[in-house]
């Protein structure tokens, strides 16, 4: 089993990033994904989440309306579009693969990527 995320880097306030999410080695339409994200010094939270189809998104208040996640699964990959990025949206971000729908709690999650690092600053 292998999830490879991409798309990170440096960017300024204002700016937009996509990450993507590469998966492998299991029946990725048959999972349901999510980001989660992890500042120095901090925890990992959950940012956004999708279910087996793409039809539900969910997010955490804090990227509401400026993230969006969205899949496709003919390519086994699922994204996250990342705009007007803040300073405070800066952290490791992780695609996670889940059996339970509607997972928001890491504990939820069987397959993780290493990350991808996403720098906002000017």
């Known amino acids: 089993v292998q999830l490879v995320e991409s798309g990170g880097g440096l960017v300024q306030p204002g700016g937009s990033l996509r990450l993507s999410c590469a998966a492998s080695?299991?029946?990725?339409?048959?999972?349901?994904m999510g980001w989660f994200r992890q500042a120095p010094g901090e925890e990992r939270e959950f940012v956004a989440g999708i279910n087996r189809s793409g039809s539900n998104t969910y997010y955490a208040d804090s990227v509401k309306g400026r993230f969006t996640v969205s899949r496709d699964n003919a390519k086994n990959t699922v994204y996250l579009q990342m705009n007007s990025l803040k300073p405070e949206d800066t952290a490791v971000y992780y695609c996670a693969a889940a059996q339970r729908p509607i997972a928001t709690m890491i504990g939820a999650y069987d397959y993780w990527g290493q990350g991808t690092q996403v720098t906002v600053s000017s």
């Open positions: 080695g299991f029946t990725f339409s048959s999972y349901h």
